[in-house]
Antibody
């Protein structure tokens, strides 16, 4: 069974940093494309960033303007999101998701974690 | 950047058919995927590659995609189908994932 468990969320002040983690199990993590998707309170889904299994392809939302960095450790079956320069509008539940991709073309997310809440407030 | 447009809400009586639309320029040339999200839960994939159902998703769910509109149809709607539904594509022009704004399906 595919399992994705996020951690690392919490309360952080504007301008601060936070690192989210996603522990994966039940599938071949090293060959799987992974992504972060967020959802602000009462709002819709917003894609954040994606990384291929071999780390050949890394994509991020233009709206983030380079503040967030996705990475992975295939030996540890873990996905990470380093978030710097946090703003109030980054307050959201952050989901880890497994994706389907072929080369530089990406498709759907077939498994999701339960999410971790990040709150940016002074 | 590419934009997907969904109506904010849709009300349907039990036993009827819900047709959830997702509009986008030439969306028929893209692969469209759909997610169901119930209150307080993570999204669940209910349709991929326009019309393929993941295992465990009832046959009552079907999808189509042509021209500027993709549609997720749910026949014989049940109370348990009440949820937010999101369409999603990969925009090859910008190398970005795009989600629609979501449609809240209300079962009367």
């Amino acid at each position: 069974e595919v399992q994705l468990v996020e951690s690392g969320g919490g309360l952080v002040k504007p301008g601060g940093s936070l690192r989210l983690s996603c522990a994966a199990s039940g599938f071949d993590f090293g060959t799987s494309s992974m992504s972060w998707v967020r959802q602000a309170p009462g709002k819709g889904l917003e894609w954040v960033s994606s990384i291929s299994g071999s780390q050949t392809f890394i994509y991020s939302s233009d709206s983030l303007k380079g503040r967030f960095t996705i990475s992975r450790d295939n030996a540890e079956n873990s996905l990470y999101l380093q978030m710097d320069g946090l703003r109030a509008e980054d307050t959201a539940v952050y989901f880890c998701a497994r994706g389907e991709s072929v080369g530089s073309t990406w498709y759907h997310f077939d498994s999701w974690g339960q999410g971790t809440l990040v709150t940016v407030s002074s | 950047s590419y934009v997907l447009t969904q109506p904010p809400s849709l009300s349907v009586a039990p036993g009827e058919t819900a047709r959830i639309i997702c509009g986008g320029e030439n969306i028929g040339t893209k692969s469209v995927h759909w997610y169901q999200q119930k209150a307080g839960q993570a999204p669940v994939l209910v349709m991929y590659y326009d019309r393929d159902r993941p295992s465990g998703i009832p046959e009552r769910f079907s999808g189509s995609n042509s021209g500027n509109t993709a549609t997720l149809s749910v026949t014989r709607v049940e109370a348990g189908d009440e949820a937010d539904y999101y369409c999603q594509v990969w925009d090859t022009t910008s190398d970005q994932y795009v989600f629609g704004g979501g449609t809240k399906v209300i079962v009367l």
